[in-house]
């Protein structure tokens, strides 16, 4: 039986997932005689739906990431033995829902990496449009099928860097909250994320291009973070103002987002905010072939000023880590200029 919980949210015992690299995966996702479910979109089903190696009891589409929507739709699937997640994050969110309530083996299959959500074991949900995490999930095995992922548009894959870059503001916030007592510090996980984003850094034009190295950068980091996040019990070396704004940009507009992309555009203004190697973030994005401009996820001056005045209130209202949004006064003027200076920057 899988080793799944609806009440903890981080395992301290937590063991790196069985990861298969390679091409034409799709037949390892379930044995002769398992019964599947899949959770998915329309996009990658269609990719996959001919290789599959049962016949699968259940094929549920993703809809929205309401609560109440993914208890009806795990509701109409009958019981089974695998359930597979096959595309981008939400269809990995639910199926980790879907697992989870069935006791169910979980085998994620990304086709795009648009955020760490193939590899974590929270269970990303909005209730009202606000995120929340529940419950916590074992990964039986992830499969990294290279020839699938390289059928997606390039820039849903070099997107997924940025649930990697998030901890260049994440680690920031991580120490102002520590040095105002707000917090517990933890040098050696700090410095392992630090040692992992230069692991980025160092690899960024094979990300940029989607070569299997980029693809295989990517995942591996994914996994360090998540290990970092069971060990400390705690999202911090990852998630920061970045995260808040995004979602708070979520929560505003009622929209749903390619979440690397959106977060693309927290990172660089959390990091001019913070006075925090701005340049040097906007290099790296620049040679992965990333951009933060509001406008490439159709973000306006009135709703990004909007997102950046209400983030405190945001952020304490959701319960949300202290970070650098609650020591510095967002005022208009401030977000007006920061909204002028990333869409000049690409
Ligand atoms: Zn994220």
């Known amino acids: 039986m899988p080793k799944h919980s609806e009440e903890r949210y981080y395992d301290p015992d937590w063991k790196r997932p069985e990861i298969i690299y390679g091409e034409s995966l799709v037949g390892e996702i379930a044995k002769p005689g398992e019964r599947l479910a899949v959770a998915t979109m329309e996009i990658p089903w269609n990719l996959v739906k001919g290789k599959l190696p049962v016949k699968p009891e259940a094929v549920v589409f993703v809809q929205d990431m309401e609560l109440r929507t993914l208890e009806s739709l795990e509701k109409a699937v009958p019981p089974v033995d695998v359930v597979a997640g096959i595309g981008g994050g939400s269809s990995h969110d639910l199926a980790k829902y879907i697992a989870l309530k069935k006791g169910a083996r979980l085998v994620q299959v990304p086709t795009i990496l648009s955020s760490?959500?193939?590899?974590?074991?929270?269970?990303?949900?909005?209730?009202?449009?606000?995120?929340?995490?529940?419950?916590?999930?074992?990964?039986?095995?992830?499969?990294?099928?290279?020839?699938?992922?390289?059928?997606a548009p390039k820039e849903l894959v070099r997107y997924g860097a940025s649930d990697i870059?998030?901890?260049?503001?994440?680690?920031?916030?991580?120490?102002?909250?520590?040095?105002?007592?707000?917090?517990?510090?933890?040098?050696?996980?700090?410095?392992?994320?630090?040692?992992?984003?230069?692991?980025?850094?160092?690899?960024?034009?094979?990300?940029?291009?989607?070569?299997?190295?980029?693809?295989?950068?990517?995942?591996?980091?994914?996994?360090?973070?998540?290990?970092?996040?069971?060990?400390?019990?705690?999202?911090?070396?990852?998630?920061?103002?970045?995260?808040?704004?995004?979602?708070n940009v979520e929560y505003l507009t009622r929209r749903q987002y390619v979440h690397g992309k959106l977060l693309a555009v927290g990172i660089l203004a959390m990091s001019y905010i913070q006075?925090?190697?701005?340049?040097?973030?906007?290099?790296?994005?620049?040679?992965?072939?990333?951009?933060?401009?509001?406008?490439?996820?159709?973000?306006?001056?009135?709703?990004?000023?909007?997102?950046?005045?209400?983030?405190?209130?945001?952020?304490?209202?959701?319960?949300?880590?202290?970070?650098?949004?609650?020591?510095?006064?967002?005022?208009?003027?401030?977000?007006?200029?920061?909204?002028?200076?990333?869409?000049?920057?690409?």
Do not use: C
């Open 116 to 151: 760490d959500a193939s590899v974590t074991s929270a269970i990303g949900i909005r209730e009202g449009w606000r995120v929340r995490y529940i419950g916590h999930v074992e990964i039986d095995r992830i499969l990294v099928d290279f020839s699938l992922i390289k059928q």
């Open 165 to 247: 870059l998030s901890s260049h503001t994440a680690k920031y916030d991580w120490k102002i909250a520590s040095s105002r007592h707000k917090e517990r510090f933890d040098q050696s996980y700090y410095e392992k994320a630090r040692d992992m984003l230069a692991k980025l850094a160092e690899n960024r034009f094979e990300v940029r291009d989607v070569t299997d190295e980029g693809i295989k950068t990517i995942v591996e980091l994914y996994l360090g973070y998540a290990e970092i996040a069971e060990k400390l019990r705690s999202d911090r070396a990852q998630e920061g103002s970045e995260h808040f704004f995004a979602y």
């Open 275 to 346: 006075e925090n190697e701005f340049d040097k973030i906007l290099q790296l994005m620049r040679d992965m072939g990333l951009e933060a401009r509001p406008s490439i996820v159709d973000l306006g001056k009135e709703d990004f000023s909007k997102a950046m005045m209400t983030l405190r209130t945001f952020a304490e209202r959701g319960g949300y880590y202290y970070s650098v949004i609650n020591e510095i006064e967002l005022d208009r003027s401030i977000s007006e200029e920061l909204y002028k200076i990333l869409s000049s920057t690409f």
